[in-house]
Each structure stands twice: as C-alpha cells, then as structure tokens.
C-alpha cells in the first residue's frame, strides 16, 4: 500500500517535470495555488452569475440542436391536442416540439429559462453590494462599468431569447419593442424597418435575434466575463476592514484547495437548485400562449422580471405628447422607454466618476466601507432601489389589480405618485438612518457599552453604568478610533466580532485557545 | 389512462345516443301534439309555465325589486332594466350568486349563491316572461361533446384571452373592474355568459359565435382548466406568466442560494 | 502576526538544507508570492480520531448518495415514460417525467455539492493566510523602461517625423472603416407606406374594389352577426387578410346599443362626420394600440370603454375612442363603414389617419390637439 502511493507521487512528479520542461509551469502554478482571497459571503454573489451563466451555454447548446429560427408557415400536428391543425411558424412549432417531442427537452427549457433569470436577479444582487459598500471605487472603476455592460447585454439576451419561441407572449414583447423604435425621432421608422425587413413583424427578424441570441451576444459577454473575472484576480479582491488587516494585504484562505473547493462546491448547488426549479416550477409555459398573431393578447401580459421595471416605467408615464404640427411630434413611450432606458444605461456607468468628482476622494480603496459609513451613497442607492421596485410592480399592476381587487387605475395612480415620492423620502430616511448607526458607533467607542446596570448616585440621580472598550490611557481617557468595522453592541459581544455561537443549524463549543491572544488584543482594542 | 379516456368517451357516446334519441322522442312528441293538439295537455303547460312565473314574481319582489323596479323596468341608478335579457342571464348571475348584489360596487362579485338552482330557473321564468330573451340550447351537453378543442382554442385568444388570459385566469379591467377566473365554472354559466354578457362582458349572441362554436371555446376552456395538467413542473405558478415567475427566482432560488452563501463563507 | 510587514526580511533559507521540512520549502514558496501564514492547524488535532471519521463518513455518503441520484437520472431520461399525451391524469407516470428528471438531477448535483463544500468546510485545514498588496501601479524603473520603448518605437515608425503620412492614413482609414459597416446597409429598408397604409387599401390591396369585412375564419361580416353590445375582430377580406402580413388591420366592430350610439354621434370628429364613418349603431375601430401597438382589445360593454392590457391605455368608445387613462395620446382609428348590395359590410376607406404606435412625422390632428 506504502510503495503504490510513493510510486504516485513519483509519477506525478515525472508528469509535472515532463509539463514543465516544455512549458514553464513551476511558478505560475505556485503563485496561482498559493494567492490568497478573503472570505465572506457576500463575495460570493458574482459567482451565481458566473455559473448559472456557463448552465446557460451548456442548456442552450442543447436547445440549439432542436430549435429552428424560421418564421416559415406550418401547421401544427404535434402532441400537444388543442394546437393541432392550428397555423403557426416553424420557430415555435419547434419549440414545442422541444416541449412535447425531444426527451428531456421541456426540462432544459426550464432550466435555460430558470437559470436565464437567475443570472440576472444574482447581477442585481451582486450590483448591489459592490455598489453598497463601495467597492466601485479606485482602482475597479473599470470592473463596475464592465459589471454594469454585462447586465444590459443580459438584458437584451434575455429579452431575444424571450422573443425567439415567437409565441403570443414573446411577440407581444417584440410588438412593444418595435413601438419603441418608432417613437426615435427622424430614424424611428427606418430602424424599425430596417429590424424587421419591413412591416413588423415580418419574416426575418427571428433569424435576426437568433444569430444575436445564440452568437454575438454571448460571445461579447463571455469576452467580458473573462476580463470581469481577470480583473478581479489581477487587482485581487476587496475586504472588509477587521483585525490585521489594511489597505495593503489580503487576510484569507488560499485559491488551492480551499477557495476552488468552494467555488466548485457552489457551482454544483447553484446547477442543483436550477435543475430542481426546473423540475419542480413550470416556467414559460409556450403552448398556453399560441401562436403570435397581431389581433391577440392576453390580459396579464408581462416581460421578464428583468424587463418589468422599464414596462412599468412606460405603464406609469403621463399621456404627454409633443407636437409641433403638422409633421413632428414625440410619442410618450419616446421618455420612458427610449430615454429611460438610456438613462438606465449612462448614469450607472457614469456612477463611480460622478461619486469621485463630489467627495473629491482619488485615493485608491481596497477595504470596502460599510454602508453606513457613505450615507449619501446609501441614501442614492436605496433610492434607486426604491424607484426600480415601483417599476417593477407597475410592470405587473394589473395582476396586483386582479389578485388584491384593487382598481387598476388607483394601482397606476399610487405608482405615478409613488414613484416620484417613495425614493425621495427614502433617501432622506436612510440618511438620518445612517447617520444614527455612526453615531451610535462612536458613542459606543467613546463611553463604552451600555451594560443594563442601572447605579444611584448619592444625590439620588440615576445613570447607567458602561464598559469602556479599552483601557484608560494616561490622561484617562477611553476613547478609541471608528476603523469602519463592526462595534460591540452588547456585553456577550465583548470579545468575539462574529456572533460567539459558531455553527450553522448548531452551536459547535470551540475552544478558544487558537484565537486567545487575538481576542484578547480585540477586547483591549488594541487591534490597528 | 388512454384506455379509461376511450371507456369514458364510450360512456360518453352512449349517452349522447341516449340523448339525441330522448332529444328525438320529445321533437316528435311536440311534433304530435302540434298536428293533434289537445287542450287539455296544452292547458297543463301553461299552468306549470304560469306558477313558475307566479313563484319567480314572488321571489323576484322580495329579492330584487329594490334595485330592479316594478315588473323588472329598472330604477335609475341603483339597477338597470331587466326587460328582454331572457332567463339565460337570469340564471347566470343567480347560480353564479352575483346576484342579488350584498352592496353597490364597480362590479358584483361571484360568490354563494342565495337561490336554488330551481329558485333562479322560476326568476328566469319570470323575467322571460316580462319579455323574451336568449336562453341556453338543451343539447349543450352533446355540441360540448362534439367540440373542437383546437377550434376553441383559436377562437378563445381571439375573443376571450384579452380579458380573461391565456390561461383563463382572469384580468383587471379599468377602474376596479375584473374578468373572472374561468376554472370551477359549468359549461352552463360559460354559456350563459357568452350569449347574454354579464356586465362588462360583451355580448356572443348566436350571431356572433354559433352554439358549436360557444361549443367549442367551452371545450377548449375546460380543458384549460380542467384537463391541461401542467406537464412542467409539480408547481405551475398560478399559470400568471412572468410576475410570479420573477418572484419565485427571487423567492426560492435567490433565497437559497443566499442562504448557502451564508453556509459556505461562515467560519466553522 | 506582524511578520508580514514589508520592512521585516525574512532570513535567506537553504533549500538544500536536508533539514528542512516539505512545510518549510512551501511557507519559503509563500514568502516568494508576499505570503505569511497567520495561523494554520489541522482541523482534527489528532489523525485518525472518531470525529473525522465520522466526518469522512457523512461527506462519503454524501457523494455516495449523489450518485445514487444520478443513476436515478439517467434510469429515468431513459426508461420513464416520457412521450407527451395530453390530458393525463395525476396518477400517469408521463405527467411526471420532467418533475422527476429535474429533481433527481438537482438533487445529484445539490448532494455532491455538499459533499465538496462539507469536504471544504470540515475536513481541510483551518488557515488564515496574509498577502501582501502591491496597489498603485508599477515601479518607477518599469515605468521608466516602458516609457522609453514606446517612444522608442513611435519614433522608429516616425510618426512625429512624418505628419503627412500620418494624416495620409487616416484619411485612407476613414472611407475603409466605413466599407466596413456599409454591408450593414443591406438591413435598410425604405418604410415607405407601411405605417400609413393597411389591408383595407382598397386601390393597393382590391384592385380598387372596397375592402369587405371578414372574420379571423374568412367567413364575410353581415350586420345581423354583431348583436347590441356585441363586438367581433374584423380583417380585410383579402389574400391573407387576417394574418400577420397586415399587422395594423385587424379591428374592433362593435354594434353599440342605441343610447351609445347616439352619444357617438353627438360626439364624432367633423372628418367621420364628413365621411359618414358610422353605419347605423355599427362602428369600427382599430384594433392596434396608439400606444405602442398591442391589441387593445378588451371591450367594456357597460362602461364603453376600450382597455389594452400591455400599458393599460383606456379609450372612450362613445368618444372616438379617445384616450382617457394610461400612456396613450391618441384616438383609435375608426374604419369608414358601410353594408354594399349583398348585405355585406365593407370599408369605405383605410383610417383616415396611421392606426398604431405612433413615430416622429406621424400627422396631427386638429381634434386631438383640441383635447
């Protein structure tokens, strides 16, 4: 047993000699096994994208080998009972036969399509705490703008793989995308018909998506991706401020085994949990819809969730029209949904310059800054938060309207007001918020903790009795510096930063010994 | 499953016979008392049609004279006319128990109904009698049977699915208004309701859609709703379309990957 | 804890030091990379104890079990009846085939990854490592040699040397740029009529003859086919007339009830009035939304109004269908009506004004702006 596993080892040893001699791999390997990356969870939300986006090249390849971008006429003699005899193209008679006659098929249209809206909730959500606790700023501005690039082509790639099935839902969507292209001033009409060969919908623009669906799109986008992700690695990642660590190290494990463990072991549940979806939530259910055909619509129609906060944007705005008769005028879907839209795109991007120029802050950060710290920021980004979910709501106010029996015309009342009112307020909460946090912190630093034992003094006056967080210096003073991490709050915090119960589902003991002096140096607040 | 399907559409043939020959022994019944009329049969009728309207009257003033007025003319405001909509209407709103409205609101909501479903057929009898209208054919059971699902289906997004959904699950209308779900609905009330549009439904009149035609979207919704088990998922989400979809992403699948974030990064 | 900082040099090691350790070549590999360990333990102090072999226990089962699971996949994408047969019920093994093909997947792969996450968590060492982070750009002698090779080369080529050759080029570059993109120019297409013209054209699409009204199955519209409160889809009674060749066809006739009827007229554009738009209590709008160009097709008989599910425009069907509530600006077109010899009824013109989203050059209209 001894003697086999010393002859692997010597084998490998031959393999990595013989590999080496021929590519030089001693160094960049142990420089790759060994970089070291901090830990946290919420540096795990860009990962979701990055899998459930390499599920949808695996699931779409297959798809690929069934679906036929052909808006051909065909009548419908599948399995599917109430389509039969019925005229439809050959783009979504072929995806219902992926539905109904390709084994296993109707699952990998879900998981394409589940995992298709996971990569755009998890951009969201991972947009989000880069934005939150600033981790945009110098030197990754670069890395935000490529982020926020990569959502809008996810956005179109989703929106052309949503229109490809050209069912009555999908051609409802390329119906209001075309009203949106005529409403562009001077080229409008030209660029709608240039999209469609012609009067929309034509016969040509499936194959048109398809080869931007299937091809260029995710081509960029894997271009990207590979930059994004570079990025990342050549600047190495952020960290949260804490103990020992600076602007100038990193504090974490190592890429090998246990950063690349993870990252696979992740990869696998974000796979598991779409798979499962797929198996367990119907999604896009194409052959309820039937065939696109301009006369028909359902009530209740809606884009992906993705799309929904624009829908609700041009849901929301006034019956405003500009004219200047008798030959010009600006449509009212022209604000919402081409200047929305635009805006959606350039203020994001322009975000990290805009943010320099006004806290004329060109230092370069790598500790991220807990939300509270850059109120203003917080305050904007909650803001936009805000805005964004009214959008979204309006996007399905009359399936709120139907299901709450609300009158549809109050919800789209509620959302022009609201829309305008709700962020604004918000900001201004969250601001005072913050700055209640901070001050709380300081005060904490400063005086100690509150500990719940109340004193009298002998003039009968009350107050209560606080644990100063360090030792008195020499002029007996207490206070210490805010470094921009997390405060003790309460006694039982004394001495531990994470919560003191270690365990996910249960407490494990762990003894204490291994972090004794660490803690201790926490407790005197002598850390940095 | 293709065999009990084939043993129940035998079932169903057999009383479809069963039918059309009841259906054919009554036209000739009617046939012969035309040519041999006998008063005394033909007086017998009558009364049973009249203490029918005798008793629909009954009910009718107690229970729907208030908003509805005397002998059904209307009173401004509160009720409109009840003149000329036939029985069909009648028993659609009763037997649907939209009718009699509990308040005044942007539309009457279905709910219990108060009437037996032999009350609301005397009220129908009442109202068809103060002047005629559309009424349901006696052989729907057989043109349902008959039905085209694919026909259905294509005349169902032409002149349903804007209001009610793809899936007949309903819609808002302007200001507080709503379409109506379409599952646990008869084929009778779907009848009723395409011939006589209830309150903001338009009307389907013979004219319009032909009885196999309303045939036909009733076989189509019922199959919808009733035997299109959703072959996706053990969920189908409500069949909303995108809404509930990007709440479930969030909802579970957002969810649990956070929570597995949580996992993997704490320290253990 | 402190050994990390830049200033304190660790001492030169010997790696060919028989004394040394595999560890202490590795930590000398970490040095290299700007690495110190902090704090490095195995996560069980002692091999071998019943804690790690229970540990290894749950995490081989776990992929044991993952396995199980994907057996059970493929046994299922191969054997479970899979063929679609329509209205099946519950108890049918096909309803379930992709229930069961997802779940077994998604748990195979949920439970492997576990099992490599449990691995990570549970059974590699507990470590904490510091690296050293050299922000802000290179070293001043890199920039220094980088600097001097660009301008090396940018004066090899003699670009400052040689202005003219310089312009020269772009302006060769220019026109091939754009040979580049003027293949796209294929795409272009005149939109010409296609927003102002539709099927009931009856000199482009009826060799001059009046476009009839038919319905989605091409069977000819007679008024006594819409009762009062009623409404039908109409299309042009053409070659493909109800397809999507003709998307701003497809209309709404409605058979107004007399009281409606009469409110429409009091309140009808001068041009429908001029050209008799009506036909007794029949009108005909279009079908396709201002807005952006959904079907606006949910008739409120009772409260008359026209609703499109998409943006919840709402049009008044006693006005013109003028917009009252939502995004739309501008009326539905109405469709000129009348009943030819036959019975039949017909379009006496197209819209007298473009139906659908409206666009830039789109004209307007005086009883629109009066509003």
New interface residues.
Partial sequence: MKRRKGTNESLMIKAGGELDDRFKLAGPT??LM???FP???????GE?ALFSFILLLLTGTFLGLFFEPSMTHVTYDG????????EMSKAYESSLDI???I??G??MR??H??AA??FM??IL?HMLRIFFTGAFRA?RETNWMIGIVLFWLGFFEGFFGYSLPDD??SG?GL??M???T?????I???A????F?????GTSVISMLYIFHVFLIPLIMLGLIVVHVGLVFA??HTQWPGP?RT????????MF??YI??Q??????????????????????IW???P??????????????YV?FL?GL????????F?I?????????FWP?VVGMGLSIVLPLLYPALERRFTKDRA?H?LLQRPRDAPHRTGLGVMVVAFWLIG?LS?????F??KF??????M?WFGRIGIVVIPMALYYITYRICLGLQQHDREVLAHGLETGILMRDPEGRFYEVHQPLAEPDEHGHTELEYNGWVVPKKMNRVGAL?PTD???FKS?EEPTE?GGE?RDEIEAGKHQ | MAASAKRRRGWRKRLGALARFTGALVIVGGLYSVFSPSLYAQEAEDNAIDSEVVKGEELYSTSCITCHGDNGEGVEGRGPSLIGIGSAAVEFQVNTGRMPMAAQG?QAPAGEAVFTEEEAEWLGAYIDYLGGGAAVPDDLEILVEDAS??????LY??NC???????G????????A??PELSGVTDDELYQAMLTGPQNMPVFADNELTPEQKADIIA?VQ??VND?K????????G?????T??L???L???S???L????????? | ?SA?N?DSQPEKVDLDDPKLSRFDVYRE??R??G?EI??Y?PRFAKPGTAAEKRMERIVSGLFLLSGLFATAFVAA?IFWP??????ASWREPQTW?????????????????????T???KL?P????????H??GSAKEDRKFAESTVDTTVDDMGIRRRPFLVKAALLGAAPLGLAAVAPLGA?????AD??TVTGWNAEKYNEGNPVRLMM?DGALVRPDMVSAGGQI?V?PAIEHG?S?E??TA?SLLIHLREQDAELLRENLYPMYQDVDALWGNYVAYS??CT?????A??YEQQSQRLLC?????QFNVVDNAA?I??????HLPMLPLSVDEDGHFFAKSDFLVPP?????????L?EE?EQ
């Avoid at chain 3, 507990?126 to 982070?133: M, N, S, Y």
């Avoid at chain 3, 599910?309 to 425009?313: K, R, T, Y």
């Fill in positions: 142990r420089v060994n970089k070291v830990d946290h969870w919420s540096f795990l939300l979701i399995a599917y009972v109430p389509l039969q005899g019925i539905s109904f006659e084994r296993g109707l699952v879900q998981m399509h589940w809206l996971l909730a998890a959500v030197p009555g839902l409802t119906r209001i075309e009203g949106m005529e409403s562009v001033p001077f409008g009409p030209w709608s018909a240039a999209l060969g012609g009067q929309f919908p600047q190495k020992g602007e100038h190290n990193v504090v974490g494990f190592r085994p246990n463990m993870k696979v072991g992740f990869m696998l549940f974000i796979w598991g949990v779409t798979a499962a979806m797929a198996g367990l939530f119907q999604i896009n259910p309820l819809f039937g696109y055909d301009v006369s028909v619509v359902s009530s209740g129609s809606q884009p992906d969730f929904m829908d041009i849901r929301l705005f006034p019956a405003w029209e004219r008769p008798p030959y010009f005028s600006l449509p009212p879907v949904g370069h790598n979204v996007g399905g106010n009359d399936v309207a139907e029996d609300i009158s549809l015309n109050a789209t994470a270690k365990g996910f494990i291994n660490h | 942007a699902v694919g026909e259905g289906g294509e997004r032409v699915s804007s209001c009610h959904g793809y899936a699950g309903g819609g808002a209308l302007s200001s507080g709503h379409a189509y199959y919808l299109d959703d072959p996706g998922g053990v969920f189908s989400l069949r909303y379309g995108p809404s979809e990007g479930a992403i969030f579970v699948g957002m649990t990957l956070l597995a974030t949580l996992w993997i990064a704490g320290k253990s | 804890m990390h830049d590999g970490l290299k990379d690495i902090i704090h333990e994408y899979w063929e679609y047969e329509g209205a085939y992709t229930p069961v093909i997802g779940i077994t997947l998604g748990l195979s792969l949920l439970l492997f990854a576990v099992g490599v996450l691995w990570a968590k590699l507990i470590e904490e490592l510091v690296q050293d982070r922000d802000g795409l272009i297409k005149d939109p296609m927003l989605k889809t299309y109800a999507n003709f998307p497809p079908k396709i807005h952006v160009g959904c079907p097709s949910l599910p998409c943006h919840q425009s917009p509530f939502g995004p739309a600006t501008r659908g989203p409206g666009y830039w050059n789109r004209p307007s005086p702006d």
